[in-house]
């Protein structure tokens, strides 16, 4: 044993010692109050705190957390996590405008940020999902990459959710030092008492249908075998958007998908303190891969031949001769995003994937009600990819055919003939036409030419003991994570690479209930990640060694009555490099990249107004002494502005306002408000480009909050009247700069309604965007404005049996 790793366990295992043997002196006080009070509101319970109680809340000491329960899921009718989350303050998404996504291109894929921080960990049951070998975000980065790198609607369906637990900031110490923007942690269902089964069937817009059934109860002689077992399949044709340029709707060509499910968990208690827990989650699909929405302004046959000449051949003059090179990306060639419609719509280019995961998990006691258990886990997640494309008919050379046919220019009738003979044709225009340049390319999308098999298996140890008035958690986790990639280059040849990390990430926390009022929690984790061993056609390559480190945490929440309570927590943060991050060197001082460090802070108040009336209001500020980012550089050694991947100085602030009322017994209401703000500072030595930013931004940390909306308003209204439930969610973005979105503000309007024909069928309707609204969630400087526009209005009309 090495003396880091010796001094890191004895670390642990003398704060427990000395936090059980502190705990004596407090023992007098036990019959003065009440540990974990608990009190049940409507669907869900909530401690003296008023914090919210779910399987795993015993882990948190404050916080803001906010948790979605399967009684929501049921009314709400949400079809994926995406959809369920996205009314949580602070919440936002990162999509293409599209289901799928390109491995190893986060842009391509969607992506979730909580408090405009992508650093978010992803759990099943309180298990990492994550994979740290994973390229899926990032396998050619110039920039590192910040992402979770999960894509949460792969992650499991929504049959198998019982809960959504999202913890923003650092409220949870246990999930990891790196978890800067929060947490989202699923718990899944188990079976009841009762046998009980559902179908639940729904159809609507763009030929979109779920399909999904569910089955669980119980057992033995004693009911103490506990079983749910659930299968679906979700899938939608091409999708349809508003174009927020020009106002029109348009066909995502492409875009279609499809998936299917299963999950299966069984359960053991053998008493009221030991259990055993078996879970296996399969989710497979093909997923239609369009890159880009077309922007409508240029949607026509005539713009669509001035594009792709001027992108395979080049710029004319007016006798029709070449002149100028090609032009790329939308910034010097308008509508040039267009062009991807031919590997969605017309070759058909599409993702795979295909999960399968183990979880098996022994509680060996239960004490105050944290659980000491064992669980042991195995996930292997296989994807595959296909982007096929051709714009001239003989791959390559455009520029050089169309200067033999014509060195001295062309007339018009000659130019269009060469473009219909040489060029893609305009994906709607003559279907014939576009048959043929199918049958001469080589035919639609068939097999992927990129495959990657990311593999988990660990094992955790948790022993958790209540003693006297400190509850005391320690845990370790060993997990090792493997990438096997095959792809073909853009020569036709075969390369290959193997990845390989371990992580070993330990935990103490006690937290000490020093009063009826005050609990306080410190903790420390311990961090390891080996290298990254890469093995390629080249051999076998490391990047930065082994790192590890010990990050302390300090959480608090008091309660000044029955009505009002704050919480207080910090943390050191720790969030080792990625794959993708090895790939880039500091290209000002040729420096390899640093992990990244710094400090977390987070801040509350609740207060309940009247018996029917609460108020929250939540602060984060983040403080990073080494955040990897792509900033303008001014380089010394050539005297150019290099723009680079660097370790700098990261302030992130964020700030919301929750307010939740019930009217009557029908009505009830919920409205949030959420601002973050980040900033980007060089370090010692460095000098930024002054003049870098986006139009009217001079300023870099202006420009970079440009990239996504100042400012998100949430109202969720719900009325509930016996066998009638309905609710609109209102989501208003403001702020957004009109350098990276359609328009500055969007309103998107979600509606449901619920009705229980008998005590066995509900029927149901639910329209997502209401409105119609054109708005976007992300932005590419080389396909511009709009090009990630999302879905337009989408209805679906359902019915749930129950037997």
Request: with cysteine.
């Given at each position: 044993m090495t003396k880091k790793r010796f001094t890191a366990a004895a670390a642990m295992m003398m704060v427990m010692g000395l936090c059980a043997n502190a705990s004596a002196a407090f023992d007098e006080h036990l019959n003065d109050y009440t540990l974990d009070t608990i009190v049940v509101e409507a669907d869900a319970a909530k401690n003296k705190?008023?914090?919210?109680?779910?399987?795993?809340?015993?882990?948190?000491?404050?916080?803001?957390?906010?948790?979605?329960?399967?009684?929501?899921?049921?009314?709400?009718?949400?079809?994926?996590?995406?959809?369920?989350?996205?009314?949580?303050?602070?919440?936002?998404?990162?999509?293409?405008?599209?289901r799928g996504g390109e491995y190893g291109y986060q842009f391509y894929n969607n992506?979730?940020?909580?408090?405009?921080?992508?650093?978010?960990?992803?759990?099943?049951?309180?298990?990492?999902?994550?994979?740290?070998?994973?390229?899926?975000?990032?396998?050619?980065?110039?920039?590192?990459?910040?992402?979770?790198?999960?894509?949460?609607?792969q992650v499991t369906n929504m049959e198998n959710v019982d809960k959504i637990e999202v913890i923003k900031g650092p409220g949870a110490s246990v999930y990891g030092a790196d978890?800067?923007?929060?947490?989202?942690?699923?718990?899944?269902?188990?079976?009841?008492?009762?046998?009980?089964?559902?179908?639940?069937?729904?159809?609507?817009?763009?030929?979109?249908?779920?399909?999904?059934?569910?089955?669980?109860?119980?057992?033995?002689?004693?009911?103490?075998?506990?079983?749910?077992?659930?299968?679906?399949?979700?899938?939608?044709?091409?999708?349809?958007?508003?174009?927020?340029i020009v106002g029109g709707t348009g066909t995502l060509g492409g875009s279609k998908w499809k998936e299917d499910g299963v999950n299966f968990r069984l359960d053991k208690d053998f008493n009221d303190k030991q259990n055993l827990k078996v879970w296996y989650n399969f989710k497979e699909g093909k997923d239609g891969y369009p890159i880009a929405v077309p922007n409508l302004k240029y949607w026509n046959e005539k713009d669509w031949n001035d594009i792709i000449f001027k992108a395979t051949v080049g710029q004319l003059d007016e006798n029709n001769k070449l002149v100028g090179g090609t032009l790329s990306g939308d910034a010097k060639n308008p509508g040039y995003h267009n062009l991807y419609?031919?590997?969605?719509?017309?070759?058909?280019?599409?993702?795979?994937?295909?999960?399968?995961?183990?979880?098996?998990?022994?509680?060996?006691?239960?004490?105050?009600?944290?659980?000491?258990?064992?669980?042991?886990?195995?996930?292997?997640?296989?994807?595959?990819?296909?982007?096929?494309?051709?714009?001239?008919?003989?791959?390559?050379?455009?520029?050089?055919?169309?200067?033999?046919?014509?060195?001295?220019?062309?007339?018009?009738?000659?130019?269009?003939?060469?473009?219909?003979?040489?060029?893609?044709?305009f994906p709607d225009g003559d279907q014939d036409r576009v048959k043929e340049w199918l049958e001469k390319t080589g035919g639609a999308a068939q097999e992927p030419t990129s495959w990657h098999e990311e593999k988990n298996r660990g094992v955790q140890l948790q022993y958790a003991k209540s003693v006297g008035v400190n509850d005391i958690i320690a845990s370790i986790t060993y997990d090792k994570a493997k990438n096997f990639s095959k792809r073909y280059d853009s020569y036709g040849k075969l390369t290959s690479s193997h990845v390989d990390r371990k992580t070993i990430l330990g935990y103490v926390q006690d937290k000490i209930h020093i009063s009826d009022k005050w609990d306080l929690t410190p903790a420390i984790r311990y961090s390891k990640y080996s290298s990254f061993e890469t093995t390629n056609s080249a051999g076998t390559t490391q990047g930065k060694g082994d790192t590890n480190l010990i990050t302390p945490v300090i959480n608090t929440q008091y309660m000044f009555d029955d009505t009002s309570s704050m919480y207080f927590g910090w943390t050191k943060v720790f969030r080792p490099l990625k794959e993708g991050d090895y790939n880039t060197t500091d290209g000002v001082f040729k420096t390899p990249l640093d992990d990244e460090k710094g400090d977390a802070w987070t801040l509350g108040v609740r207060k309940d107004l009247t018996d029917k009336t609460s108020v929250a209001v939540h602060y984060d500020w983040t403080r990073m002494s080494s955040a990897i980012a792509t900033l303008p550089i001014f380089d010394t050694s050539t005297g150019n502005i290099t723009k680079t991947a660097v370790n700098a100085k990261e302030d992130k602030k964020s700030f919301n306002v929750t307010l939740d009322h019930q009217f009557d017994d029908h009505f009830t209401l919920s409205a949030s408000y959420s601002h973050m703000k980040d900033e980007w500072k060089a370090k010692n030595g460095w000098v930024l480009d002054p003049s870098w930013g986006y139009a009217n931004d001079s300023d870099i940390n202006t420009a970079i909050n440009s990239l996504r909306p100042k400012n998100h308003y949430s109202l969720n209204l719900?009325?509930?009247?016996?066998?009638?439930?309905?609710?609109?969610?209102?989501?208003?973005?403001?702020?957004?700069?009109?350098?990276?979105?359609?328009?500055?503000?969007?309103?998107?309007?979600?509606?449901?309604?619920?009705?229980?024909?008998?005590?066995?069928?509900?029927?149901?309707?639910?329209?997502?965007?209401?409105?119609?609204?054109?708005?976007?969630?992300?932005?590419?400087?080389?396909?511009?404005?709009?090009?990630?526009?999302?879905?337009?209005?989408?209805?679906?009309?359902?019915?749930?049996?129950?037997?």
């Open positions: 705190f008023g914090d919210t109680i779910t399987e795993q809340s015993y882990y948190r000491t404050g916080g803001d957390v906010k948790v979605i329960t399967r009684e929501e899921i049921e009314k709400r009718h949400y079809t994926d996590l995406t959809e369920a989350i996205k009314r949580i303050p602070g919440v936002t998404f990162q999509n293409p405008g599209y992506g979730v940020s909580i408090n405009g921080d992508t650093r978010v960990i992803i759990l099943v049951d309180g298990r990492r999902v994550d994979n740290a070998a994973s390229t899926r975000a990032s396998d050619k980065s110039t920039t590192g990459t910040k992402s979770t790198g999960v894509n949460l609607d978890a800067l923007g929060g947490v989202i942690n699923i718990i899944t269902r188990k079976g009841g008492q009762q046998n009980v089964g559902s179908i639940d069937l729904s159809t609507g817009s763009w030929h979109k249908h779920k399909y999904a059934i569910s089955y669980s109860g119980s057992a033995g002689n004693d009911n103490s075998w506990h079983y749910f077992l659930s299968a679906n399949r979700d899938m939608s044709g091409d999708t349809k958007y508003k174009d927020g419609a031919l590997d969605g719509q017309v070759y058909g280019s599409f993702s795979k994937f295909k999960n399968n995961d183990w979880d098996i998990q022994y509680t060996f006691d239960k004490d105050n009600g944290m659980e000491s258990f064992i669980r042991v886990y195995d996930q292997n997640h296989r994807y595959s990819h296909r982007d096929k494309y051709q714009w001239y008919v003989n791959g390559r050379g455009a520029a050089d055919a169309y200067n033999a046919a014509f060195p001295n220019g062309a007339t018009n009738e000659q130019l269009s003939q060469w473009i219909k003979d040489n060029l893609a044709p719900s009325y509930e009247n016996g066998k009638l439930y309905t609710g609109l969610l209102t989501n208003w973005y403001t702020g957004c700069s009109d350098y990276a979105f359609t328009n500055n503000r969007f309103l998107v309007l979600d509606w449901n309604i619920n009705y229980e024909i008998t005590k066995d069928m509900t029927v149901y309707a639910l329209v997502t965007n209401l409105t119609n609204e054109a708005y976007e969630t992300s932005y590419n400087s080389w396909n511009g404005v709009g090009s990630s526009a999302m879905p337009g209005r989408c209805w679906m009309v359902g019915v749930k049996y129950t037997f």
